[in-house]
């Protein structure tokens, strides 16, 4: 059974899983365009960060960080290569987007690589899939050629 719990991303039992992505991030494009965050800052104020669980196994994580404009960005999607193909980031994107809208946030947003960075390919149809549309900069952000930036508008929960 899958499951997706608030976590510490410094637990040690998180700790590998954040940094299979910070090492995926690293060798994906160039580094003045990694804005990929390490397990200390995935833990620091104003960001909360969820797993996926399959028993007590996690497979994947990602993490919302509030934004001073009313939105949140989301950071750190990531599964484990063992267990990808299965829905689980469309199942973590779905859950970050659903406790956004449940929180009143006006959207989400995200920046990701670019089209000429095919690491980020199937990130980016995903993203596509869900209803993001791409947009500028994001707060924070300055336009950068390696980053494609990405916005969900969330209609108020029922």
């Not at 193909?85 to 469309?90: C, E, K, Q, S």
């Not at 990130?123 to 930036?149: M, Q, T, V, W």
């Amino acid at each position: 059974m899958i499951e997706i719990r608030e976590a510490d991303p410094t637990s040690d039992a998180l700790l590998p899983l954040v940094e299979a992505h910070f090492a995926h991030s690293e060798s994906a494009g160039p580094v003045e365009s990694n804005h990929t965050m390490n397990a200390k800052a995935l833990a620091g104020s104003g960001i909360r960060f969820w797993a996926i669980y399959e028993e007590a196994q996690p497979l994947g994580c990602g993490a919302l960080k509030a934004l001073p404009d009313g939105t949140a960005e989301v950071k750190s999607v990531h599964i484990l290569e063992q267990a990808r193909g299965r829905g689980l980031a469309r199942v973590m994107m779905k859950h970050l987007a659903e406790l956004a809208r449940a929180e009143g946030l006006d959207a989400l947003v995200l920046e990701t690589g670019a089209e000429h960075l095919a690491e980020y390919d199937a990130a980016r149809k995903l993203y596509e899939a869900l209803g993001y549309s791409y947009c500028g900069p994001i707060h924070g952000y300055s336009d950068d050629p390696n980053s494609a930036f990405m916005r969900l508008a969330l209609e108020p929960g029922p």
